[in-house]
């Protein structure tokens, strides 16, 4: 299973994006609005980072709650991890749980396809293994018997 069959699956799932200069207490109230995780951060129509709440609780904290003048820039992952539609899940599944990304940007050549969540790929590879299990069981339920059974 490749990235792209997750990216199949989330074809009517908004992607909530914000601005590198953006306060980053709008991009909180946006992400606090749409119960997300998670902004992609374009710049000139390019990814530029990613903000999580990861990201935030670390600023909150750096700052001592006061977070009225910083702009997202300022606390973005501007080097997040990112994979292409032709990746393997589980080689996505490795690079997540490596560097505890919940959130991973799918590019192809330079354009932004979607994110994916670790939710998105746990999902993936429990229904994978889910279809696998009734086809094996679909497979030995249907064996044939022996006809050349030894008397």
């Given at each position: 299973?490749?990235?792209?069959?997750i990216?199949k699956?989330?074809?009517?799932?908004p992607?909530?994006t914000?601005?590198?200069?953006t306060?980053?207490y709008?991009a909180i109230s946006?992400?606090?609005?749409?119960?997300v995780?998670?902004?992609?951060v374009l710049?000139y129509?390019?990814l530029a980072?990613?903000?999580?709440?990861?990201?935030?609780?670390?600023?909150v904290?750096?700052h001592?709650?006061?977070?009225?003048?910083?702009i997202v820039?300022?606390v973005m992952?501007g080097?997040p991890l990112?994979?292409r539609?032709d990746?393997?899940?589980?080689?996505?599944?490795?690079m997540?749980l490596?560097?505890?990304?919940r959130?991973?940007?799918v590019?192809e050549?330079?354009?932004l396809?979607?994110v994916?969540?670790?939710?998105?790929?746990a999902?993936?590879?429990?229904e994978?293994?889910?279809f696998?299990?009734?086809?094996?069981?679909?497979?030995i339920?249907?064996w044939?018997?022996?006809e050349n059974?030894?008397?």
């Amino acid at each position: 299973m490749q990235v792209s069959d997750i990216l199949k699956v989330k074809v009517n799932v908004p992607l909530y994006t914000t601005q590198p200069e953006t306060l980053l207490y709008a991009a909180i109230s946006t992400m606090a609005e749409y119960d997300v995780g998670s902004l992609v951060v374009l710049e000139y129509g390019k990814l530029a980072g990613m903000l999580t709440f990861r990201e935030i609780i670390l600023a909150v904290r750096e700052h001592a709650g006061n977070i009225g003048a910083l702009i997202v820039r300022s606390v973005m992952n501007g080097q997040p991890l990112t994979c292409r539609p032709d990746t393997n899940v589980d080689e996505v599944r490795r690079m997540m749980l490596k560097r505890h990304a919940r959130y991973m940007p799918v590019l192809e050549a330079r354009t932004l396809m979607g994110v994916i969540s670790f939710y998105d790929v746990a999902k993936a590879v429990v229904e994978a293994n889910d279809f696998e299990n009734r086809m094996l069981k679909a497979y030995i339920r249907d064996w044939p018997e022996n006809e050349n059974k030894s008397s």
